[in-house]
């Protein structure tokens, strides 16, 4: 049994085992990947035998500390677990977990207290032909990179919005993929706008806007895909300017032949494991004080699912969480002093991390260019025509009624990716979906949770 299980090796999850390992605690990291790193740092697997991984990364010498620190540290790290559950009972928690890439075996951890870092995923809102091979999210096309060494195709348009876009175009383009065009939907003026809370990050911006210019990406920013073409697979988009008021400019849409598109348009939170503990949550995030501890005892939360905000954040959110985990179960009152210049970081970052959601909203009038046989829920296959139909003719109100019309959510992610599209089209907030699980679980695995011996801090 472990004192502290940390759900999620990224930066935050690993910030903290360190910092919580460094005061004696006994730390158990469970990760669904097979290496640690999280999406940030990805890794290659071993078996690829990559000769200079760094050359696909930013901030390389942290993520060496990071690794150097948890050679060392006592930690130890449960790769290939994909946690469906959080349970909490009177002795503490037990992390649930399938393990292997079959994700049929199942294991528990054990532990006094839990830390989720379980970081953020794409929003990636529908247009015509999104559905067509060669279209990829902004992120599948860097995990691909980053962690199988392979590009995702020979010409790319990377599209969409948020600062995602821009490591994404300069990766593929430093591995040899030709750019059509990076195609941003905000423009110069949102981020003067925010010039004063962005100013921490204009070198960053600018060594990207260089790697552009030297690999000749050609922007275009208040544009937006409108439709992607193609019978068995992408050939090509067609592209448009947004005005002020994020409608297509009529006469402006341009056709960019490429075998890849690369969108997404922006980040949400992962808070599924949260819900089903019953953590409160700040709207789409997981609410947490000053030390990062959650509401409900013995849970802590770090990283993109207390708000989208970066590695840098995450790292900072992570080393005060260990710091007051470790203090809490000696039964301490944690002295603030002993992270105040991560604190500080973490004031300043969380004022980038505003600006730049400020900065890069969705097109607002996105949904205009859905056609009605466009899909929208993958999984079950349902169009925007039946969504709209649930609400003009059906007289669906919200996100969950539409879902029991029209089926759009039901499916294997449980409306992770429609989600925010089905209330984008219904007209309504996107809110939290309240999952029973974080992940699917086959029945059989559910039906010996019960009979299985809860192997104690291992697996």
Do not use: N
């Amino acid at each position: 049994m472990a004192d502290l299980a940390v759900i999620g090796a990224g930066p935050a999850g690993l910030a903290a085992a360190l910092a919580a390992a460094a005061q004696g605690v006994t730390v158990a990291v469970v990760d669904s990947a097979t290496e640690a790193g999280g999406q940030f740092y990805r890794q290659p697997a071993s078996g690829l035998r990559a000769r200079r991984p760094q050359a696909l990364h930013h901030q390389w010498r942290t993520w060496e500390r990071l690794k150097d620190g948890l050679t060392g540290s006592g930690v130890r790290l449960l790769t290939d677990h994909h946690v469906w559950s959080v349970e909490r009972d009177s002795d503490g928690f037990t992390v649930h977990a399938l393990l292997g890439p079959e994700q049929r075996e199942p294991v528990a951890v054990r532990a006094d207290a839990v830390l989720l870092a379980t970081g953020g995923y794409e929003r990636v809102l529908p247009f015509p032909g999104w559905t067509l091979p060669g279209v990829v999210t902004a992120g599948g096309a860097q995990a691909m990179l980053k962690g199988g060494l392979v590009a995702p195709g020979r010409r790319a348009v990377v599209a969409g919005t948020g600062p995602l876009l821009l490591p994404v175009a300069t990766g593929l383009a430093a591995a040899g993929v030709e750019i059509a065009a990076l195609v941003e939907a905000a423009g110069p003026k949102d981020l003067v706008r925010h010039g004063r809370a962005l100013a921490g990050k204009l070198p960053e911006g600018a060594g990207y806007a260089a790697r552009l210019l030297r690999h000749r990406v050609r922007l275009l920013s208040r544009h937006t895909v409108v439709r992607a073409h193609g019978d068995e697979r992408l050939t090509g988009v067609t592209v448009a300017a947004l005005d002020t008021d994020g409608r297509v400019r009529p006469g402006t849409g341009r056709y960019l032949p490429c075998d890849t598109l690369a969108v997404g348009h922006g980040m949400l939170p992962h808070t599924d494991l949260a819900e089903t503990l019953g953590c409160r949550l700040d709207g789409l995030t997981v609410a947490v004080d000053d030390e990062q501890r959650t509401d409900v005892p013995g849970v802590w939360a770090a990283g993109e699912s207390t708000g989208i905000g970066g590695a840098a954040l995450a790292l900072a959110e992570g080393h005060i969480a260990g710091r007051s985990i470790a203090a809490r179960l000696k039964g301490a009152e944690p002295d603030p002093t002993q992270w105040a210049p991560a604190a500080k970081s973490r004031t300043k970052l969380r004022k980038s991390a505003a600006a730049l959601d400020a900065a890069y909203p969705p097109p607002a009038h996105w949904s205009d260019q859905v056609t009605d046989d466009t899909l929208v829920c993958r999984c079950e296959e349902v169009t925007a025509g039946a969504v709209r139909e649930a609400v003009d003719e059906l007289g669906a109100g919200d996100v969950r009624t539409v879902k029991l019309l029209t089926r759009a959510g039901m499916g294997w992610c449980q409306g992770r990716v429609c989600g925010p599209a089905v209330a984008g089209l219904a007209g309504c907030e996107l809110t939290p979906s309240r999952p029973s699980f974080a992940r699917p679980v086959p029945l059989g695995v559910l039906a010996r949770q019960h009979g299985m011996a809860t192997e104690k801090g291992t697996s």
